[in-house]
Every structure is written in structure tokens, then in C-alpha cells.
């Protein structure tokens, strides 16, 4: 069977411009972002992305370590950092004024990733992610990176970046957006942008308190974004809220509408005339904790890219918890243990044995991101 890769021409290693367009364009991509850890690993930050033009999906990881599971899973993922997770990257030492440490550290991941991915043999998007108002010096220092890269390879260094501008007044995040998209267009830069709020807390960015109005996007918002960016740039997505919250809660006052998505389809399709159904590529944050038809229900709707980070953050943890927990008679010092009082524990301290066991539960929970949205054996 001819997978994504023949049929788009793709080859494994970090997409950019039209190859993320027309991947975004095969149905139902799904993303996963992760943050970064700097040494071992590769922590996860999943969120996905998904869209949808056949019936198929695409998972797109955000990670560290190139997420075997997508290698394993022959889908195709979208590796992202949020602000936090760059600095992180960098080094929690590293002073971050004026964002230095995020710019420094989103850069090195950048790298890192583009001479990793070709190994894993999949195609990846490069992305990062909410870019709030106040950190739009992290976003303007990669965009430097990005043009200083674009004149000496012809192509940027990251293939797309989030604009998060939910939180000011929709005239303001348009404005502000379009000037971004159009400085990016040069080099077919995507742009995601966020409208409506994901309620919870990431990253700092505490949203429980919000007004439940909000976290629900209109149709006419959509259409008022899809007018203005289309004609600047094809090269967008767009956040919508449709009860999206970031982390796992009781189940609350808050309820997930996937079928709000569906009308934001309808509407633009409907002023633009168009017979094509699903014209806006349309992004899920906050999947955590989200059940497997809405994730459907929402990719069928022109999803193209679902955040799932929380889940992802507890399966890291399982695997280091379980087996330290098991092993605690060996990791409470570094010689002796029940074998004997001189016998060394080094082989169950060294940390490439512990923080496996992280990265194998964490690749465990991607696989079955990669099943739930049916992106297994897309390449
Ligand atoms: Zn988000």
C-alpha cells in the first residue's frame, strides 16, 4: 500500500512550506508536542494536530527523543516546544531575561531535531507553541533565527510557530497575527493562531478562572480570521475553543463541543461559496483526558493537529515511578543491597536505565494516541 510519504513525495526529516500543507491537506494529521528534557530523553509536550482530506490520519509528536513510537507506528508527527519547555531545553540554570534562554534553547532543539529526524526515518513538523503577548520576544527572536537560516539554506529553521493572542481583544490578535504571518510568508512559514481561551493551566498560564463564555469560539470569529489571513498567506491553522481545557480535571461545567467545529466548517464554506467542506485547518489543545470519540468526532470536523500533553506528562512519570519503586532496595545507596553489603547498584542508578523506563511508558501512551486517531501505518 502507498503511504503519505510516496504519494506527497516526502522524505524522512523536517517538513517546511508546502510539505506541511499538503500533509496538513491529507486528512487528519495528528500532532503530538512535547517539552524538552535536555540530556537523555526527550519529554513529551504532546499536543496534536490533525487534518483532514482523506480518511486517513497522521500523528505528529512533539519530543524530545524522536518518539520511537511514531517510528514504530510508521506516522508522521509534529514535535513542538512550548516557551517553558525551550528555556528548559537550554538549561533551568540559564538566565531567561529578555527570553534568552527560550530563544537560545527553541534554537538548539531546532537542531537537534532536524539532524536527528532522518534517522527515525519519519517526516516531522517542527513547531512551537502559545506564544502570549508578553512572550513575543521569544517568537520574534526565533523568527530572526528563522530568516538568517532562510537566506543561507532556502528554508527556515523551524516549519511553524503558535501565536497565542486569545487573551487580548480579538481586533488585536487578527492585527497582530496577520503582521507575523505576513513576515513569515516570505519563507512559507506556518502560522497557528489561538481564538477563544483553553481553559486549565500550562506552562505557567493558569486560565481556571476564566468565564465559560469564552471558551467556547463563534462561528463568525473563524470567518473574521479566515478572511483576513487567507489572502496574506494558506499557510495558518487555527485554535478555536471549543471547551478545551489544558490538564486533567473531574469532569466539570465545562464540556467538550467538537460539533462546534463543524459549524465553524459550515459557515466559512458557506461565505466562501465553496464546495470544499472542511476549508479550515482547525487545531485541538488540551486532548488530555479526552475520549476517543471526541478526538474522532473533532479530526472529522478538520482537525489537523491535537495537543496532548498532560497524558503524556503522567505516562513519563509511571514508568520511572514503577520502577524505582520496585528497585528501592538497590537506589538507596550506591553500594549494598540485598544480594549482599558490598554489592554496587550502579547498574540500576545510571540514569539511561531509569529515564527509559519513563521513555517506554511515554511511548507506550503515544502509540495509543497514534490508534485513536488512526494514523498507524500512514507513511
Ligand atoms: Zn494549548
Redesign the pocket.
Given at each position: 500500500m502507498t503511504g503519505l510519504m510516496d504519494k506527497l513525495g516526502l522524505k524522512p526529516g523536517v517538513l517546511y512550506g508546502d510539505d506541511v500543507l499538503n500533509v496538513s491537506n491529507y486528512r487528519n494529521t495528528v500532532r503530538i508536542l512535547s517539552s524538552a528534557n535536555k540530556k537523555q530523553a526527550f519529554q513529551v509536550r504532546p499536543?496534536c494536530r490533525l487534518r483532514s482530506t482523506r480518511d486517513q490520519r497522521h500523528v505528529i509528536f512533539n519530543h524530545h527523543r524522536l518518539p520511537r513510537s511514531s517510528r514504530d507506528s510508521r506516522a508522521p508527527v509534529i514535535l513542538q516546544l512550548s516557551q517553558g519547555g525551550a528555556a528548559y531545553f537550554a538549561g533551568k540554570g540559564v538566565s531567561n531575561e529578555n527570553q534568552k534562554a527560550s530563544i537560545a534553547g527553541a534554537i538548539a532543539a531546532a537542531h537537534f531535531i532536524r539532524s536527528i529526524a532522518p534517522v527515525y526515518g519519519i517526516p516531522v513538523v517542527l513547531h512551537t507553541?502559545?506564544c502570549a503577548k508578553k512572550l513575543l520576544p521569544w517568537l520574534d527572536g526565533m523568527m530572526d533565527a528563522d530568516e538568517a537560516f532562510f537566506k543561507e539554506h532556502g528554508i527556515p529553521l523551524f516549519s511553524s510557530h503558535m501565536i497565542d493572542l486569545s487573551e487580548e481583544s480579538v481586533e488585536y490578535n487578527i492585527e497582530t497575527t496577520s503582521k507575523y504571518l505576513a513576515r513569515v510568508s516570505t519563507w512559507k512559514q506556518w502560522i497557528e493562531m489561538?481564538i477563544g481561551i483553553?481553559g486549565g493551566e500550562?506552562d505557567g498560564v493558569n486560565n481556571e478562572d476564566v468565564d465559560n463564555n469564552s471558551l467556547y469560539t463563534q462561528p463568525e470569529d473563524i470567518w473574521q480570521i479566515y478572511q483576513t489571513l487567507s489572502p496574506i498567506s494558506p499557510y495558518f491553522s487555527i485554535?478555536a475553543g471549543f471547551g478545551n481545557v489544558?490538564g486533567v480535571y473531574q469532569p466539570g461545567n465545562v464540556k467538550l463541543q467538537p460539533d462546534l467545529l463543524a459549524k465553524h466548517q459550515a459557515f466559512v464554506a458557506n461565505k466562501l461559496g465553496s464546495t470544499e467542506p472542511k476549508p479550515v485547518f482547525l487545531v485541538f489543545?488540551?486532548g488530555s483526558g479526552s475520549s476517543v470519540e471526541e478526538f474522532q468526532q473533532a479530526i472529522g470536523h478538520g482537525v489537523v493537529k491535537v495537543?496532548l500533553d498532560t497524558d503524556l506528562q503522567w505516562a513519563y512519570l509511571v514508568g520511572i515511578r514503577d520502577y524505582v519503586t520496585k528497585n528501592i532496595e538497590y537506589l538507596s545507596s550506591q553500594v549494598g543491597n540485598p544480594n549482599g553489603p558490598d554489592k554496587p547498584n550502579k547498574k540500576f542508578y545510571d540514569p539511561r536505565v531509569w529515564v527509559r523506563e519513563g521513555e517506554k511508558t511515554m511511548s507506550s501512551r503515544v502509540k495509543q494516541a497514534f490508534e485513536d486517531f488512526k494514523a498507524v501505518n500512514s507513511l
Open positions: 499536543k507553541d502559545h489561538e483553553t500550562e485554535a489544558h489543545h488540551g495537543n
